[in-house]
C-alpha cells in the first residue's frame, strides 16, 4: 500500500498536539473569518500557534492562526482560530491536515465555522445557517490520491445528524434564530459573479463560501462526525447593494459572535 503523502506531516503534528495540550478533548470547533472572538468564552485557556503544531499558517486578515485549548461550560474544547484555504495556493491535503491530525489526537467530533454570502431571501448579514449539505464546485478534492480512511465515502448525511440536532435544539435555548441551508463551496479568492450566483441559486445554494467542504470531506473519509456553522456576511454578488469587501466579513462575524458562543456553550457539553 502507498504511504500517503501527508502521513509524516499529520504524524509529526498528532504528536505535537499531544506534547503541547496533553489529551485530546472529544470535540474541536474551526473557527472562520472574524471568528476568533468565540475563543473568548473558554475558560482556563491554553495557546499555540498553529505553526507549533505543524498546521500552515494562514495568509489570510481573520484567522489569527492558533489553538486555544480549555473548557466551555465545563466541557473540554480545542478551537482552532484560523483555517487555511485552497486559494492561498496550497494543497487540498494540506488544507485538511488539521482534521486528520486532530482525529489521530483523539478529537471525536469537529463543528466548522464560516462566513458566507447569503443567497436565498432572508439571509442576510448576521444571520446564522446551520449546514445541511454542500454542492462542490472548487474543483479539488482532498481524498485524492492514496486513501487515508474510506476511499468512497458514503455523502448522504455528510453533515452529521446527531450534531445538527444538538446544535438545533441549543440554537432554540438560547433564542438564536439558526437557519438551515445548501453551501456552495467556490474556489475563490475572487469574489463570485452575479451570473454565477444566479447560477448557485438554480442548482439549489442558499449560501456561498470559499472553505469549510474540503474540510467535510475530510472527516467523512475518516467516518468523524462533523457539522459546519455559517455565518452570512454579505449578500451574495447582485443580490445587494455596493462592491463586496473582506472588512464586511469581519465586521459582520463580530455582530453574532457573542451569539455563536452562547450556541456552542449549550451545545458542546451535550454532545
Known amino acids: 500500500m502507498n504511504r500517503h503523502p501527508e502521513s509524516d506531516a499529520v504524524e509529526r503534528a498528532h504528536a505535537l498536539l499531544a506534547q503541547h495540550l496533553g489529551e485530546a478533548p472529544p470535540t474541536a470547533i474551526v473557527l472562520g473569518s472574524g471568528l476568533g472572538p468565540v475563543v473568548a468564552r473558554i475558560r482556563e485557556p491554553r495557546t499555540v500557534p498553529s ?7 494562514s495568509t489570510v486578515a481573520g484567522h489569527a492562526g492558533k489553538l486555544v485549548m480549555g473548557e466551555l461550560e465545563g466541557a473540554p474544547v480545542v478551537a482552532l482560530s484560523g483555517r487555511v484555504h485552497l486559494y492561498e495556493g496550497l494543497p487540498p491535503a494540506v488544507v485538511v491536515r488539521c482534521v486528520r491530525a486532530l482525529h489521530a489526537w483523539g478529537v471525536k467530533q469537529i463543528v466548522l465555522t464560516a462566513s458566507v454570502g447569503g443567497i436565498t431571501e432572508g439571509l442576510d448579514p448576521g444571520e446564522v445557517v446551520l449546514v445541511t449539505d454542500h454542492i462542490n464546485l472548487q474543483g479539488r478534492n482532498p481524498l485524492t ?4 480512511g474510506t476511499r468512497f465515502p458514503d455523502l448522504s448525511n455528510a453533515y452529521h ?5 444538538v446544535l438545533a435544539a441549543s440554537a432554540a435555548a438560547t433564542g ?13 479568492p475572487s469574489y463570485e459573479t452575479p451570473a454565477e450566483v444566479r447560477m448557485l ?17 475530510a472527516a467523512n473519509e475518516l467516518g ?13 454578488a447582485g443580490l445587494g447593494d455596493g462592491a463586496l469587501h473582506h472588512e464586511e466579513v469581519t465586521v ?8 455563536l458562543a452562547d450556541l456552542f456553550s449549550h451545545a458542546i457539553p451535550r454532545f
Open 176 to 188: 438564536l434564530t439558526l437557519h438551515e441551508g445548501v453551501y456552495a463551496a467556490m474556489p475563490g
Open 224 to 236: 468523524l462526525p462533523v457539522a459546519a456553522i455559517a455565518v452570512v456576511s454579505n449578500r451574495a
Open 145 to 148: 490520491g492514496p486513501a487515508w
Open 51 to 57: 505553526t507549533e503544531v505543524g498546521f500552515p499558517q
Open 161 to 165: 445528524p446527531r450534531l445538527r440536532a
Open 252 to 259: 459582520a462575524a463580530n455582530l453574532v459572535a457573542d451569539r
Open 201 to 217: 441559486r438554480t442548482l439549489g445554494a442558499d449560501v456561498v463560501g470559499m472553505s469549510t467542504v474540503p474540510e467535510v470531506l
